[in-house]
């Protein structure tokens, strides 16, 4: 039944039913951090991965973090998902299920920040190499292919250009070219917007602190398999697949697990989970599943109220420009109309006349919207990044990003877009008045 549902159906009931023990309709917070063994013998087989269905310690799973896992993966298409502390989790546990020392990743250079740092410099630490290339210019993704690659990574829309990959393309060139996962970040678009797997990505990671949960209180992760890349064809290329792993048993995953479509989901949860050892709070899982019921309704609200506040600023005597994933005239003019029918999201960026200065007294000067580092809350937040999240950088280095002097990023939230609207011309007028 839950296969035919649509997409608002599943926010609400994916993963869940009445508890089992108590009849409890809202999924309980499962707070234990560890389950009784029924006998030795099931005990044993849980270690040797032959028991797959009861939970035993909840680093590698809990019932209330499995109902958020279960619905993340219904809403993005995929087969299974696996939660994780945050998103900067996920993406590093994505790509350390599929890496070893010596091997290379070919990244976006428009990622999140966070993903820059983790990718370009933990990474390198521990001895794996990066390249970085331009999302759109499809020739440098093939140029980047060296024969240590292992995994492409992109963000489906990126931040704060708003700039959308085209999925198909980049699938390709890991797949044909490359021989590899794409790997795809949908936190700015998310599942309601676009589902990356349908467009050729293998994997998806989601900073679930954003939009998915969307109240802004609880910081946490995902990791959605479509289990759609082949490990098996080129078994030399993917040891951690396909010899067997100590303690698991006999067989390597992609032979035990590729039958259920579960070989990286499996090895995810089993071993980098297991040891790296990042694993949700089941309180942070029951925020988590209290956003997703409503991911739909919210989003709506978003691109209704972001598309207002962009008409808005494209009539602004003092906005330069209006930066929005959606807008006509932008170099991915054509995939953002293929992927993203239903509207572009929250993310409004704008140059303000006047640069740097103007940038940092208009901030200053907004009263509604909130001055701080996240997005996707229900809330409206700002933040001026020369002067905050982009500062080490040069100016050179940050027009290279897309990031003018005068940028200012906007996470349009749900309230009424009239009073987003007048909070924004107070904070025009304070700029133009001093
Ligand atoms: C915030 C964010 C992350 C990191 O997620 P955390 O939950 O803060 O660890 C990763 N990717 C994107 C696109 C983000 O916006």
Not at 25 to 44: G, H, L
Not at 269 to 281: C, E, K, N
Not at 312 to 323: D, G, I, N, S, T
Request: charged letters at 20%.
């Amino acid at each position: 039944m839950s296969d035919e549902w649509g997409f608002d159906t599943a926010q609400v009931h994916a993963g869940a039913a009445p508890d089992a023990a108590t009849n409890a309709r809202a999924t309980p917070i499962y707070a234990t951090s560890s389950f009784v063994y029924e006998s030795a013998d099931q005990a044993a087989a849980s270690f040797l991965l032959e028991d797959l269905d009861s939970y035993a310690y909840s680093r590698m799973g809990n019932p209330t973090t499995s109902v958020a896992e279960q619905r993340i993966a219904r809403l993005e298409g995929g087969v299974k998902a696996v939660a994780t502390a945050s998103g900067q989790a996920a993406t590093a546990l994505s790509l350390l299920n599929l890496l070893r020392s010596g091997d290379h990743v070919v990244a976006a250079t428009e990622v999140y920040g966070g993903t820059t740092n983790l990718l370009g410099q933990r990474f390198a630490e521990i001895g794996i190499g990066l390249t970085t290339v331009p999302v759109g210019d499809l020739d440098a993704w093939r140029a980047a292919i060296r024969p240590g690659t292992r995994a492409f990574f992109t963000e489906s829309v990126g931040n704060p250009t708003g700039i959308v990959a085209d999925l198909e393309a980049i699938a390709a060139i890991a797949h044909e070219d490359a021989d590899v996962p794409l790997i795809v970040d949908n936190t700015l678009a998310t599942p309601y917007l676009l589902r990356p797997l349908e467009h050729g990505a293998d994997v998806v990671v989601h900073s679930t602190t954003k939009f998915l949960s969307g109240h802004g209180t609880a910081i946490g992760g995902a990791i959605v398999d479509g289990a759609t890349f082949d490990f098996g064809s080129r078994p030399e290329r993917w040891p951690g697949f396909t010899t067997p792993d100590v303690g698991h048993g006999e067989g390597g995953y992609w032979e035990r697990f590729s039958p259920s479509r579960q070989a990286y989901s499996r090895r995810l949860r089993s071993t980098v989970l297991r040891d790296y050892g990042p694993a949700p709070s089941p309180f942070n899982s029951f925020l988590l599943i209290q956003g997703l019921e409503t991911l739909s309704l919210r989003m709506r609200q978003h691109v209704a109220n972001a598309q207002a506040i962009v008409e808005h600023l494209l009539a602004h005597p003092q906005v330069e420009r209006v930066h929005y994933p959606t807008l006509p005239g932008t170099p991915w003019e054509a995939t953002a109309r293929r992927l993203l029918p239903r509207g572009g999201g929250a993310i409004v960026s704008f140059d303000i006349v006047g640069g740097q200065e103007a940038g940092r007294r208009f901030v200053d000067a907004l009263g509604l919207f909130s001055h701080l580092a996240n997005i996707g809350d229900v809330r409206s937040l700002v933040i001026h990044p020369a002067s905050t999240t982009n500062s080490s950088q040069t100016p050179a280095q940050r027009g290279a990003a897309g990031i003018g002097e005068g940028l200012i990023r906007l996470s349009i939230g749900i309230e009424d877009a009239a009073d987003l609207t007048a909070d924004l011309d107070r904070a025009f007028s304070a700029v133009r008045g001093s």
